[in-house]
């Protein structure tokens, strides 16, 4: 028993409110959802018996056919397109400037980290005000803005949505990347220094490098941000307008699964969007280390 349970058997006493968190919270509805998906699942009142047939893989099926699945899974590419080089190179950029002697440095690391942890609804408010119809930048860009304005155009929609979940994130990135920079030697920088080396220079052949492990952590970190997109289009068009064209596959979850009552088909659409992340992710892990 011991041997077992090792030296110090009341370690797992501390480790079990967590365990018993992540299969209540995590582990038990995942594995459901894997039920649901075969089978022509849907809600009923509380002790009601119900006939839910088996369906096999005919949810799947669906999913892979459904044109607004493929609509959903576009918007999620064109904005991962956007969202994450742009937090890559910009979180990377800010936290190196961060990390060296600027006057004012605690307030600016404190303010870009400001709307890491504003509600989404104050935050989403003042994008409304940016790029609603009569909003700000429609008044500085003039003539220039574009018509329908950009919530409501089938064009820009996804591009806004992809900045604001950009500028909302990058104090978490900031955070991450400054950590990273700590790790990196003085003496790289120094040794580059004396091969005549310029910041420039110095930025990226030390601190890009040095900062692999951590870009790596954010691309991933990224990618499962996208693919979970709900409240960014919900909030800022009203439920995925103008013509699904902000949809996002959670959000076409949440109403094949809530609103329509097909928790079996959404749950199908659910395990396919795992499968996509899972994918992307190794892909990009392979790549990024490899580099």
């Given at each position: ?23 209540a ?35 799947y ?74 909003g ?35 104090g ?8 990273a ?84 088909y ?26």
């Open positions: 028993m011991q041997t077992l349970l090792g030296d110090q058997p009341i370690g797992y006493l501390f480790v079990a409110p967590f365990v018993i968190f992540l299969v919270i995590y582990a038990y509805p995942f594995f459901y959802s894997i039920y649901m998906s075969f089978y022509d699942y849907f809600f009923a009142a509380p002790g009601a018996i119900v006939d839910r047939p088996f369906v096999g893989l005919a949810n099926s669906r999913a892979l056919q459904d044109p607004l699945f493929h609509v959903a899974l576009r918007n999620v590419v064109i904005f991962l397109l956007i969202n994450v080089p742009v937090t890559v190179v910009v979180a990377m950029v800010l936290a190196t400037a961060l990390n060296a002697a600027i006057p004012l440095r605690s307030f600016f690391r404190a303010a870009y980290y400001v709307p890491y942890v504003t509600a989404s609804v104050a935050a989403v408010s003042i994008w409304l005000w940016l790029f609603g119809g009569p700000l930048v429609n008044k500085v860009v003039g003539p220039l803005a574009p018509n329908p304005t950009w919530l409501v155009n089938a064009f820009w929609v996804m591009p806004i949505i992809a900045l604001y979940v950009t500028w909302k994130g990058l978490l990135y900031i955070l991450l990347y400054l950590a920079l700590q790790n990196i030697a003085k003496e790289l920088y120094e040794a580059a220094s004396v091969d005549g080396a310029g910041r420039i220079r110095s930025f990226f052949v030390v601190t890009v490098p040095g900062l692999r492990p951590a870009t790596l952590l954010v691309v991933i970190t990224s990618v499962i941000t996208g693919a979970n997109l709900f409240t960014e289009p919900y909030l800022l068009t009203g439920g995925g307008g103008p013509d699904n064209q902000s949809v996002s596959p959670v959000f076409l979850l949440y109403r094949q699964g809530i609103e329509q009552n097909h928790p079996g959404a749950a199908a659409m659910g395990l396919l969007l795992v499968v996509g992340v899972l994918i992307v992710s190794a892909i990009n892990r392979f790549v990024l280390e490899r580099e």
